[in-house]
């Protein structure tokens, strides 16, 4: 007998892991902030190392473990959405099919510790987990779609992603560019 929820808790124990490693990478960064602008030695003083980087450890790892879970979250609603308009499959079974492929994600979260020292490594095999992931949920649904069904579902989830990515970028450009326009020692010339 197989248990259908057998691999229920890997998506937590994913974000948990991709969570820590890029939040060990940060803490590295911040320490190095912290020592460059002076900050460390005044907090060493409340604090001992271990301390300071264990409570900066879990802030900056609950802070990735949100980004990563809303992340996950969006991710389902435009994927069901885009199942609601492409697929004929009412009683959600395509969808069960393809929830096996949490499994690269818990395997590419696992790899990613190999990487914590180089955010460009992390990132990288982040990437290459969702594209690889991508891909395989495609490969999935489209044994149980037609050709013109897997398209649609292909093309909405990159156009919905990249208007997503493309907003997201532009409000950080904007407000970036509102935060150095407004520093007193910036002088238009």
Do not use: C
């Not at 300071?52 to 450890?57: A, I, K, N, V, Y």
């Not at 398209?151 to 990249?162: A, C, K, R, S, T």
């Amino acid at each position: 007998m197989k248990n259908p929820y057998i691999f229920g808790y890997l998506p937590f124990v994913t974000i948990v892991l991709f969570s820590l490693t890029f939040g060990v990478y940060t803490v590295g960064v911040l320490i190095d902030l912290f020592k460059g602008i002076g900050l460390y030695t005044g907090m060493r003083e409340f604090l001992t190392d271990l301390q300071l980087r264990g409570f900066l450890l879990i802030v900056v790892t609950l802070v990735f473990f949100m980004l990563f879970a809303a992340l996950k979250l969006i991710a389902e609603t435009i994927h069901e959405t885009a199942m609601l308009f492409f697929s004929k499959d009412t009683e959600g079974q395509t969808y069960l099919q393809a929830r096996g492929g949490t499994i690269i994600y818990f395997f590419g979260a696992l790899v990613s510790a190999g990487g914590i020292h180089s955010i460009q490594l992390l990132l990288g095999i982040f990437l290459l987990t969702t594209f690889i992931y991508f891909i395989y949920v495609v490969y999935i649904l489209s044994k149980f779609m037609s050709i013109v069904s897997t398209i649609g579902i292909l093309f909405f989830e990159i156009i919905i992603w990249g208007v997503l990515v493309s907003g997201i970028i532009y409000i950080l450009l904007k407000l970036y560019n509102g935060v150095i326009a407004s520093l007193p020692f910036v002088r238009e010339s």
